[in-house]
């Protein structure tokens, strides 16, 4: 478990650069936000968690499959991340961040450019005003 990489990972670099090269500029990784998010764009106030299908259950994913040994541990384990992503978007909400979530499984080749045009169409949208 030491060699999975929790940062800078290739999902989360695919979507950085593709960003970075539209001109938005952000933070990584900012721990003084609940949850750390993986980018931070402080002028939209929005962050961006890049998660893995299997490390965040995404359900009905085929990249989202329990291990056939130690169930019980993985579950547990699992359902603890999905415990905290929860309750780290809801904080990040209450504190009036917006959050989007891209999966891993969405920035395979099939569906990377539709994720991408998807996530840009988002941000240029900017926040909700009231």
């Not at 670099?13 to 900012?30: E, I, N, P, S, T």
């Not at 450019?113 to 900017?126: C, R, S």
Request: aromatic share 10%; hydrophobic share 40%; charged share 25%.
């Amino acid at each position: 478990m030491k060699q999975i990489k929790g940062k800078n990972t290739r999902p989360e670099m695919l979507v950085r650069k593709f960003l970075h090269a539209l001109g938005f500029r952000y933070k990584l990784h900012d721990k003084s936000l609940p949850g750390a998010p993986d980018l931070v764009l402080p002028c939209l106030r929005t962050v961006i968690f890049v998660h893995g299908c299997f490390w965040h259950k995404h359900e009905n994913c085929r990249y989202f499959v329990v291990p056939g040994t130690r169930r019980d541990w993985w579950m547990d384990k699992i359902g603890k991340n999905v415990a905290n992503d929860r309750k780290a978007g809801t904080a990040l909400v209450e504190l009036g961040w917006r959050v989007l979530i891209v999966w891993e499984c969405d920035l395979k080749i099939d569906k990377i450019n539709e994720t991408l045009a998807n996530l840009a169409v988002e941000l240029y949208a900017g926040p909700k005003s009231f």
